[in-house]
């Protein structure tokens, strides 16, 4: 029975193929909570009640590819497109660090006009200025001479979710352009240069099925990433995506919990995303064993023009508040934000 596979994925950290499927297309409301708990025991062994902060920079919305899901694609003529200078980008890292942050996460559309000599050069000013906070770089496919580059420069980690493991439904959320190879590719020459890596993939994305997730599970045991995002996906209305139904909740918090069992220390975010979807759904994620939320620092006047999906929260925040209210709502369910790099750590297990 499911119960039986809960234990079974605790003790082993894997399941089968078949095991998976079973798992994901079985568990009841029961069983559910029951995962969530051990996934929240999990994460409390390895991290107690502390939760890791890292403070999104969203430093531009240009972007050259057309990922059918994604609002900000370079279809999309309706986008008001926005790029932060270095001296922007500074100013974002200087609020944060008074807010308490030690890691800064850079993250923005494939945007040609940041040359590696630019971003070189921002890492470099970054670390300069804050040796000690992370950098995390979100920026894409490059090569891997500008990956080499980019971590010779200081940049810590880096975050490239590979979206889905199935090559197939990779070509139905991407333009042909894009490749499941070159994406896998880019994440195992992050890995060898020494990055701290994070993978992951929407849940609930068009096309998806269940034999997809079992296989992101699968993929993700495999790359053994130190972190990994995964949300819903939310429909943008001006994407061709616009029509279909978003991630649920419910397969939100069972991936989570799952992925907490399976990668015990992985550092996992409760997403943006997940908060959209449900006034609480960082805090649900927290409890399905997520330990690390990304606040938004980027400034409030580009906010609304960085809009992946509909309906984004804390569009409207400055980095304070957003800062403030996830520390209200953290405590509210027993657990605290730290003032922390939040590196990877190996572990006994
Ligand atoms: N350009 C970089 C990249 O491709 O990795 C970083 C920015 S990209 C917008 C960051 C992530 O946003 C993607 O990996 C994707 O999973 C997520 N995303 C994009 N559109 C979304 C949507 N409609 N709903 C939920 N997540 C979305
Ligand atoms: Fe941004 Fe609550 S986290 S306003």
Do not use: W
């Not at 996934?39 to 919305?61: P, V």
């Not at 894409?140 to 420069?153: L, N, P, Q, T, V």
């Amino acid at each position: 029975d499911v119960k039986s596979l809960i234990v079974k994925l605790e003790t082993n950290k894997i399941l089968s193929k078949e095991e998976f499927h079973t798992l994901l297309n079985h568990i009841s409301d029961e069983d559910l909570l029951y995962l969530r708990e051990r996934a929240c025991i999990t994460a409390r062994k390895h991290f107690g009640n502390k939760i890791y902060i890292r403070g999104l920079i969203e430093f531009t919305n240009h972007c050259k590819n057309d990922c059918y899901y994604c609002g900000i694609r370079r279809s999309n003529e309706n986008v008001h497109r926005y790029r932060l200078s270095e001296e922007d980008i500074l100013k974002c890292a200087d609020t944060g660090y008074l807010l308490g942050f030690r890691t800064f996460v850079l993250q923005g559309g494939e945007d040609g006009h940041y040359t590696d000599d630019y971003i070189v050069t921002l890492i470099k000013s970054i670390k300069e200025k804050y040796p000690d906070c992370a950098v995390t770089l979100s920026i894409g496919e490059k090569s891997y001479d500008s990956y080499k580059r980019y971590f010779e420069a200081g940049a810590d980690r880096y975050l490239l979710r590979h979206e889905t493991a199935n090559k197939e439904h990779y070509q139905k959320l991407h333009p042909p352009s894009l490749s499941l190879d070159k994406r896998i590719q880019s994440l195992l020459n992050l890995k060898k240069i020494g990055f701290q890596v994070g993978a992951g993939f929407m849940v609930g994305s068009p096309y998806q099925r269940t034999e997809n997730l079992v296989e992101d599970l699968l993929f993700l045991k495999e790359l053994s990433p130190h972190m990994v995002g995964i949300g819903p996906f939310i429909p943008h209305h001006q994407t061709p995506f616009a029509d279909k139904s978003q991630g649920s909740l419910r397969q939100t918090l069972l991936m989570l919990s799952i992925i907490r069992l399976m990668l015990p220390n992985v550092l996992l975010p409760a997403t943006t995303a997940l908060g959209t979807i449900h006034p609480d759904g960082r805090e649900m994620g927290i409890l399905s064993g997520a330990n690390v939320v990304m606040p938004n620092l980027s400034p409030t006047s580009v906010r609304k023009d960085y809009e992946l999906y509909d309906n984004k929260i804390c569009t409207g925040d400055e980095a304070a508040e957003c800062r403030y209210c996830l520390e209200r709502r953290v405590n509210r369910i027993g657990y605290q934000l730290v003032v922390d790099r939040g590196d990877y750590k190996l572990s006994g297990n």
